[in-house]
T-cell receptor, first 113, second 109 residues
Framework: NAGVTQTPKFRVLKTGQSMTLLCAQDMNHEYMYWYRQDPGMGLRLIHYSVGEGTTAKGEVPDGYNVSRLKKQNFLLGLESAAPSQTSVYFC????????????FGQGTRLTVV | AQRVTQPEKLLSVFKGAPVELKCNYS??????LFWYVQYSRQRLQLLLRHISRESIKGFTADLNKGETSFHLKKPFAQEEDSAMYYC???????????FGKGTRLHILP
């Protein structure tokens, strides 16, 4: 049972490059989330999705785009990476919104130079 | 707007001493409160949720709506409790989960 899997685990980008982070879950969860974790800032919500084909902005959406074409996958894209996007990115999923547990991926450490 | 405040970035406690990690929240509806923990080199995982009123690994947390708090407590700290702890808020009929900035708990031998 894989749970929530993020790809890749590590990546170094040059400023201006683009990339896509993949989050895959095998628990048939409706809700999926992308967070970034920075020292002293905790976890901040970037974007989220409440079902296949839906996305919504979180607290810090600028510079990121997302897509949820399949229920099990939630993609986070950086069109033109900036050093300020250096962070650890976490994906999470949960079955619904009523007091349900969120399951997290192992994280993606992204460095933009 | 939803907000979760964890006032302590770092909390150092001696083994065997009581632990209290503070969490205050602001909300505009019915809150659902959680504590998540991240041990070294592991992914975040749920520790406990307010609606369950359970004790996990000796930790408890009581929702105080009057003080808008959800403090995490343990009577006797253990070295394996050293980790990053996040308080999280989700509102009824809302889809987002908002996290606090986290508190690093360091248990001293």
């Amino acid at each position: 049972n894989a749970g929530v899997t993020q790809t890749p685990k590590f990546r170094v980008l040059k400023t201006g490059q683009s990339m896509t982070l993949l989050c895959a879950q095998d628990m048939n969860h409706e809700y999926m989330y992308w967070y970034r974790q920075d020292p002293g800032m905790g976890l901040r919500l970037i974007h989220y999705s409440v079902g296949e084909g839906t996305t919504a902005k979180g607290e810090v959406p600028d510079g990121y785009n997302v897509s949820r074409l399949k229920k099990q996958n939630f993609l986070l894209g950086l069109e033109s990476a900036a050093p300020s996007q250096t962070s650890v990115y976490f994906c999470a999923s949960r079955y619904g919104y009523v007091n349900t547990e969120a399951f997290f991926g192992q994280g993606t450490r992204l460095t933009v130079v | 707007a939803q907000r979760v405040t964890q006032p302590e970035k770092l909390l150092s406690v001696f083994k065997g001493a009581p632990v209290e990690l503070k969490c205050n929240y602001s909300y505009s509806g019915s809150p659902e409160l959680f504590w998540y923990v991240q041990y070294s080199r592991q992914r975040l995982q749920l520790l406990l949720r307010h609606i369950s009123r359970e004790s996990i690994k000796g930790f408890t947390a009581d929702l105080n709506k009057g003080e808008t708090s959800f403090h995490l407590k343990k009577p006797f700290a253990q070295e394996e409790d050293s980790a990053m702890y996040y308080c999280a808020l989700s509102q009824n009929r809302d889809d987002k989960i908002i996290f606090g900035k986290g508190t690093r708990l360091h248990i001293l031998p």
